[in-house]
């Protein structure tokens, strides 16, 4: 069980990892900026690496799941929190439907334990 708490812990901070480095791929302009671009990268470096983490008791459909799902939750969260950009309400029926998914992947399926 202490295992499975450790790969969660990596998944939660690959995702943490995963969502800062999209941010800054925001603020990198396109690769114009060097900083930020930068610190992308190394977000998007140990992103990956905790992911892999992750999968060492976690099977791959399950944590790429969780991995994606909420880095798209939030990074729409930061998108509107920090860029100050605009969700309809289609976006959000379809956020909505990724937390939905991640739920029933978590809570209701065996191939998440």
């Not at 690769?31 to 976690?58: D, H, N, Q």
């Amino acid at each position: 069980m202490q295992v499975h708490i450790v790969s969660y812990l990596a998944l939660a901070g690959a995702i943490i990892s995963e969502v800062t480095g999209t941010a800054y791929l925001q603020k990198s302009a396109q690769f114009t900026k060097l900083a930020p671009t930068a610190i992308m990268a190394v977000f998007y470096i140990l992103s990956f690496y905790l992911l892999s983490v992750a999968l060492r008791t976690l099977p791959l459909g399950v944590a790429y799941a969780v991995w994606g799902g909420l880095g798209i939750v939030l990074t729409a969260i930061i998108s509107v929190a920090v860029f100050k950009q605009t969700l309809d309400a289609m976006a959000i029926l379809g956020i909505a439907m990724i937390v939905g998914g991640v739920v029933v992947v978590n809570v209701f399926s065996n191939a998440s334990h």
